[in-house]
């Protein structure tokens, strides 16, 4: 949405700054005033007004194109803090990052199970509360909180129709109350994608699909550069499209979804039947119950030669891969990118995409798609939900001066 300047307070245009250096590392005021549609002395003015106020710093000059070189400026990096939050089915990560994204405290790793859990909000709120305690950051210098999860998300209104229940009250509402700080929510491969778009792989490509390989099978879509959510927010559930004659009923309620045969949670089943009924395998299991452990060990297990593990990783791949071909079929990408946990094991599943590609794809349409792994992996979440938070940060109108004092 265009921006008129007559709109734009003083404490809106320097949050306004702030949060485009963040995205674009180092800009001229020539560039900041033509983005703003702002006047050079307005933006100068707000500009010093930034470097006195330890938000902005001096970046050096522009490479020479002829003429004078602009001065160019950019965030200074430990102003202030992001609280990102990446969840999953089964675990949650907490990391404070810096405005380079990079970490400044240990993550916290929390076990949390979403499913019908009426503990896992009071559990969440908790943990984050207790970890930023931990970081020794006061609050004053935390910017808000970007947060990642599964999910049917209305992003406008804070609410997680799937999990998380808030009591039919906005969720972003009410963990500001509890924690005391902006938070802003949205579904964990819609900032998958929105992470790749920002600072990964498909970064300036306009129609991209990202596929989050995590639990379940996630698709971020970018649609003519922008993040596409359909009607109401819901666009992206490739895991529950009908591919299988399997009857297994799938967590949605239907059956024959993607994600009840080729899911993570699909695999490490099968890796817990395999390893009972003898197969040689340098993986181990405990109990019959699929973890976050056992799913990070069959990637691992697969990275170092594993036949059984690649077997599993490879069949899941197969049929992640006819999937793959109605949506190219449908939306005739550009890109395809493996992103998320699964990243890991992207050299592994290529080859079986590229193969379900081939059989069930028109070869016009797959010749001219690209199928790239992701170099965030499984970052791309918690780098997703720092950069949903920087793109609402100047609607925090009064967060820089909350910062300084």
């Not at 935390?142 to 406008?156: D, E, L, Q, S, T």
């Not at 778009?197 to 099978?217: P, S, Y």
């Not at 999937?323 to 992103?339: E, R, Y």
């Not at 590229?354 to 499984?378: D, M, V, W």
């Amino acid at each position: 949405m265009e921006i008129k300047p007559k709109t734009i307070k003083s404490a809106q245009l320097k949050n306004l700054i702030v949060k485009q250096l963040y995205f674009d590392k180092a800009l001229s005021c020539a560039e900041l005033s033509e983005l703003f549609d702002k006047s050079i002395p307005s933006i100068t003015k707000a500009v010093n007004e930034l470097m006195s106020e330890g938000f902005v710093v001096e970046q050096g000059y522009a490479p020479s194109s002829g003429g004078r070189r602009p001065l160019l400026y950019s965030i200074k990096p430990d102003a202030m803090y992001i609280l990102a939050v990446a969840m999953d089915q089964l675990s949650t990560r907490i990391q404070l990052l810096d405005l380079l994204n990079r970490p400044v405290a240990d993550s916290l790793t929390i076990d949390l199970k979403l499913h019908n859990s009426d503990e896992a909000l009071g559990t969440l709120i908790k943990s984050i509360n207790n970890y930023i305690i931990r970081t020794g950051i006061p609050k004053e210098k935390i910017a808000g909180i970007g947060m990642g999860m599964p999910g049917f998300i209305n992003v406008r209104q804070g609410i997680n129709y799937t999990y998380l229940s808030a009591g039919g009250k906005s969720l972003t509402q009410y963990l500001k109350d509890q924690i005391g700080l902006p938070v802003y929510i949205d579904n964990d491969s819609s900032l998958i994608a929105l992470a790749e778009q920002r600072f990964g792989i498909a970064k300036a490509q306009q129609n991209v699909m990202v596929i989050n390989l995590g639990w379940g099978i996630g698709l971020g879509m970018i649609v003519n550069g922008e993040i596409f959510r359909g009607h109401n927010g819901f666009a992206g559930e490739l895991s529950h499209i009908p591919l299988s004659d399997d009857e297994k009923l799938c967590a949605c309620g239907k059956r024959g979804c993607l994600e009840t045969v080729a899911s993570m949670l699909v695999v490490v089943e099968k890796a817990i039947e395999g390893i009972k009924s003898g197969r040689v395998t340098s993986l181990k299991t405990l109990d019959d119950v699929p973890s976050k452990s056992l799913g990070d060990d069959i990637l691992t297990a697969a990275g170092n030669g594993d036949q059984f593990a690649i077997e599993l990783l490879s069949d899941a791949a197969y049929k992640i891969g006819k999937a793959l071909a109605i949506l190219i079929h449908i939306m005739n990408p550009q890109t395809i990118v493996l992103s998320g946990r699964g990243a890991r094991a992207g050299k592994i599943l290529l080859a079986p995409i590229q193969q379900a590609l081939h059989k069930y794809c028109i070869p016009r349409l797959a010749e001219s798609t690209q199928l790239l792994i992701s170099n965030l992996g499984f970052d791309a979440e918690l780098i997703g939900s720092a950069v949903l938070m920087m793109e609402n940060f100047d609607k925090e109108v009064k967060t820089i001066s909350s910062v300084l004092n």
